[in-house]
């Protein structure tokens, strides 16, 4: 057998030792929570359907317990302009493009990470010319000048006899995991970020229609009351009146205004653009439907359907195998290595038999002292592994509090939708009284103005019970992880519905 091959069966030998040494790696073995024994999202039962509201209102929202989140949760609202906004801020936003680089990087140091477990083979190959004195050879030898050739191929392997680098390998991918959900995260709340803002923008105009509505009312008004000033049935604090009443009301839209620059400008943002560069847009609360069914998972599901949870399991598992780790840098550690080559005073013999060289080399590495660094290293690791396990109590309490009030919101929402919807109809038939009862007299100023502020207030209050029950059912599905596993998976990656590849890293039902 030639001395390459004793040197390759040996390391071979050596390594198949060590990876079976290594199956019981130093530290803890990390198990994923269990999720809580938690069956119900409140302390009290809610009931499966909200009451019924106005056309206004978008009626009865039914809570369908156990039913699964669509991946494109959006298209539930059926507004193509919603589809549009989203579609364009999966396509350009940055932040999905910073996230996919470093799940790419979380990947690639994995990949590097699984390269310690193969040996390392090195190649050499050097010339030198020197000149030896002579006498280092003999006394009186005269010196020479001689060239000094060598060609070789090293080996050498460490053992994981305590599981350090098998711990290190569980590390970064627990790191991946991580990256996969954090990515997982970022595009849900890029896309609940949208919807909602496309809600808000929807709001805010018909705040702003409505309120132009009733400044052309008012304005009206006061050309009433001045003509019946000028003929004498008026008095002039009635012109007065009613001008200040116009002005409150104009008074209110520069800041409706805003709102509504401030909802284009994010919008622009949340789709990769800058403001100057953003088509407005037009989207009015009639243009969405809100969902009737509404897909509600069960508790047990949630920890494995949140992204934030899993984020957060997976830095406990890296913290976990940080333990392991730091618990092997205080074990010994074996390395064997070997080199086989030639080495000849010509070039042309180098690869001659009688130029042949070879060696075989094995080390016991072990700390003796250390100063309590290691140790300490090791205790840092427990704290931080304990300081994980917190964390990840902190959002799981914190996605199940979400949960709940949102679906509590959904019911308190249509309920205060059907009082508005009331408030308003009184206070439009209350003013249409009041109107003619001031026409004929009956009534004072005052009270028609009293009667013209509460239509006014009822108006606004209206639209926002409306949009808030939209915003708070895109908080729902939110909370409850946004469908992410039900998304078509192309290559590790979506499709989404324009036909260019969207972020996507987790493909199949999240498993607890």
Not at 9 to 18: L, S, Y
Request: include cysteine; charge should be positive.
């Amino acid at each position: 057998m030639s001395a390459l091959a004793r040197i390759g069966r040996t390391i071979a030998i050596a390594a198949v030792t060590g990876a079976w040494l290594a199956a019981c790696a130093v530290g803890p073995n990390f198990r994923p929570p269990r999720p809580p024994r938690a069956t119900a999202y409140t302390e009290h039962s809610l009931a499966t359907a909200t009451v019924a509201t106005g056309a206004d209102g978008a009626g009865v929202q039914h809570l369908q317990i156990g039913r699964d989140l669509p991946g494109e949760w959006w298209h539930l609202f059926r507004s193509p302009t919603l589809d549009r906004l989203i579609r364009e801020a999966i396509d350009h936003h940055p932040t999905l493009i910073a996230q996919q680089a470093a799940l790419r990087e979380a990947r690639e140091n994995l990949r590097a990470g699984e390269g310690a477990f193969a040996p390392a083979v090195t190649g050499t190959l050097g010339g030198e010319r020197e000149r030896v004195s002579g006498a280092s050879i003999a006394p009186g030898f005269p010196g020479f000048i001689t060239n000094v050739f060598q060609a070789t191929v090293g080996v050498s392997y460490t053992f994981d006899v305590f599981g350090g680098q098998r711990r290190e390998l569980e590390r970064l991918r627990a790191q991946v995991e991580e990256q996969r959900f954090l990515l997982e995260g970022s595009y849900l709340t890029l896309t609940a970020n949208v919807a909602a803002t496309a809600v808000q923008l929807a709001s805010v105009n018909a705040q702003i229609a409505a309120t132009r509505r009733i400044v052309a009312l008012e304005g009206a008004q006061l050309e009433r009351i001045q003509r019946q000033y000028a003929i004498g049935i008026r008095t002039e604090g009635d012109v007065l009146q009613q001008r200040a009443n116009l002005a409150d009301v104009r008074a209110s839209l520069p800041g409706l205004l805003q709102q509504r620059a401030a909802a284009q400008h994010a919008l622009a943002a949340l789709t990769g653009r800058l403001p100057q560069a953003a088509r407005p847009v037009e989207i009015r609360l009639r243009d969405l439907v809100l969902p009737t069914d509404v897909p509600v998972t069960v508790p047990s599901a949630l920890t494995a359907q949140r992204p934030d949870i899993r984020a957060q399991q997976a830095l406990l598992h890296q913290a976990s195998a940080a333990v392991g780790i730091a618990t092997a840098n205080l074990l010994p550690s074996l390395t064997l290595s070997g080199e086989f080559g030639g080495q000849s005073l010509q070039s042309a013999t180098l690869l001659s038999p009688a130029a042949g060289v070879w060696n075989v080399m094995g080390g016991l590495t072990s700390p003796l002292l250390e100063g309590g660094r290691l140790r300490a290293q090791r205790r840092a690791a427990i704290d931080a592994y304990q300081q994980a396990a917190a964390l990840y109590r902190v959002t799981v309490l914190t996605a199940f509090q979400n949960v709940a009030d949102s679906l509590t919101a959904l019911g308190h929402d249509a309920e205060a939708v059907q009082a508005q919807n009331d408030a308003l109809a009184a206070a439009r038939a209350s003013l249409a009284l009041i109107q003619r009862q001031y026409d004929a007299g009956a009534v004072n100023y005052v009270t028609l103005l009293s009667a013209q502020r509460a239509y006014q207030r009822a108006r606004i209050a209206d639209i926002r019970a409306v949009a808030a029950r939209y915003t708070d059912t895109i908080a729902l599905f939110q909370s409850l992880g946004g469908g992410w596993w039900n998304r078509q998976d192309v290559g590790g990656r979506v499709r989404n519905a324009s036909g260019s590849v969207a972020p996507k890293v987790a493909t199949g039902r999240p498993q607890a």
